[in-house]
């Protein structure tokens, strides 16, 4: 029976306007004796609503509606009857509308895969709602491999979407699947994109160690890097445990010709890219100064599988990329960075200057020394950055 302050009538208006039934919807859906039946009622409007009207009853469901395996049922047999907008506004509060037993983690699968077929204007939110969802960790291949597919026909504004659903599929089988699959869908985005990317990605790579060493080993294994490649490396190196690691894959690049010295140089200079901070930034500099960087590979590389040639730089231009890269990378810094970083970044390569390894000007294989190379790439691009630093570039040049 229906409680005295409510009666049959009650549950009428709400298949009356779609005003008077918002209206008197919240009351119903609040007592326990009409809530069933009153989310039912909801749930029969759908399919007439347009966009506005579904909203208004998926956030109320959400809110305040019942919650079983039959409830979740019919939900997943009306999305289908619904047109593209409505149905991209109950997509949106999906994971609060059901529940989460297997049963129901089951359906919602099911109930996207048969959403995305009939509309692939409703790809991206019918997998937003499934990775906002609380699927079982049996869903979590199939959910990665439709993001993964949805990547090139997405539009830039779906790109964050996408690939936080990716990321949170990550584990250490997947971290080299689904880096490849963000490094070959990827193209030119805008900055303010790039960075919610790398926010989300960096993210992932903090805290997942197999997926740095897969980012590594696709770095050292699929020439040329790509820009998104780089930027990645270079926000990984802001992380002191990655710093060595990154650095010495950025200068295995440049030696190999798979980065171009260009392409360094603009990434370090990303407006979304998060400041390097003077450790991270002379890090990856240094190894393109020193010694073991200037003296060329003794033989070419192997061939890697498959028989594809690897891109690799002749001998006697190695050096000439590597000073490129180098003052590409330096001149990136010390005019995109805050001044803070500047300051320090500058002292940081004195410091280096000053090292033992660093004092001596000629090298026993005749190389310039790295003090010296790293004196001659400050002086040359900024030399009024070093009158803070008199007293520093003095002993340096005494030495």
């Known amino acids: 029976r229906l409680p005295q302050a409510f009666g049959a009538m009650d549950l009428d208006e709400l298949e009356g306007p779609l005003d008077e039934a918002l209206r008197r919807a919240p009351g119903l859906l609040q007592h326990p004796c009409t809530r069933a039946a009153a989310t039912r009622a909801l749930l029969a409007r759908l399919p007439c609503e347009e966009a506005r009207g579904a909203r208004s009853i998926a956030a109320l469901l959400s809110a305040h509606g019942e919650r079983s395996l039959e409830v979740s049922t019919e939900i997943f047999a009306v999305l289908p009857l619904l047109d593209a907008p409505a149905c991209r506004e109950v997509l949106g509060h999906l994971p609060t509308l059901v529940g989460g037993s297997d049963a129901e983690a089951d359906g919602m699968m099911e109930a996207a895969r048969a959403v995305m077929a009939a509309d692939r204007s409703l790809l991206v939110p019918a997998i937003g709602a499934l990775s906002e969802a609380s699927l079982p960790a049996s869903h979590a291949h199939e959910l990665a491999r439709l993001a993964a597919a949805a990547l090139p026909l997405a539009d830039e504004s779906d790109l964050p979407t996408l690939v936080r659903t990716l990321v949170g599929c990550l584990s250490a089988r997947s971290a080299g699947r689904v880096l490849r699959a963000l490094r070959s869908a990827l193209g030119p985005v805008s900055s303010q994109t790039v960075g919610l990317l790398l926010e989300v990605v960096g993210h992932a790579l903090r805290v997942s160690t197999p997926a740095v060493s897969s980012l590594l080993r696709l770095c050292a294994s699929s020439p040329p890097l790509s820009r998104w490649d780089v930027l990645l490396l270079l926000r990984l190196s802001t992380e002191p445990r990655h710093a060595r690691a990154v650095a010495a894959a950025v200068c295995r690049a440049v030696r190999a010709g798979s980065l171009a010295p260009s392409t360094l140089a603009d990434c370090a ?60 990378f330096a001149t990136a810094v010390l005019d995109h960075h805050p001044p803070q970083t500047r300051r320090h970044f500058v002292a940081t390569l004195l410091a280096a200057a000053l090292a033992p390894s660093g004092h001596h000007t000629v090298a026993a294989d005749g190389a310039t020394g790295t003090g010296v190379r790293i004196l001659s790439l400050l002086c040359a691009q900024r030399p009024l950055a070093l009158v803070e630093h008199g007293a520093a570039l003095y002993e340096a040049l005494l030495q």
């Not at 070419?300 to 890269?325: C, F, K, T």
Request: hydrophobic share 45%.
């Open 269 to 328: 200079a990303e407006p979304s890219l998060a400041p390097l901070s003077p450790a991270a930034a002379a890090a990856l500099l240094l190894p393109l100064l020193g010694p073991e960087a200037a003296r060329p590979p003794r033989a070419r590389p192997p061939r890697p599988r498959g028989g594809a040639a690897r891109s690799w730089v002749p001998l006697q231009r190695e050096a000439l990329w590597r000073s490129a890269a180098a003052t590409g």
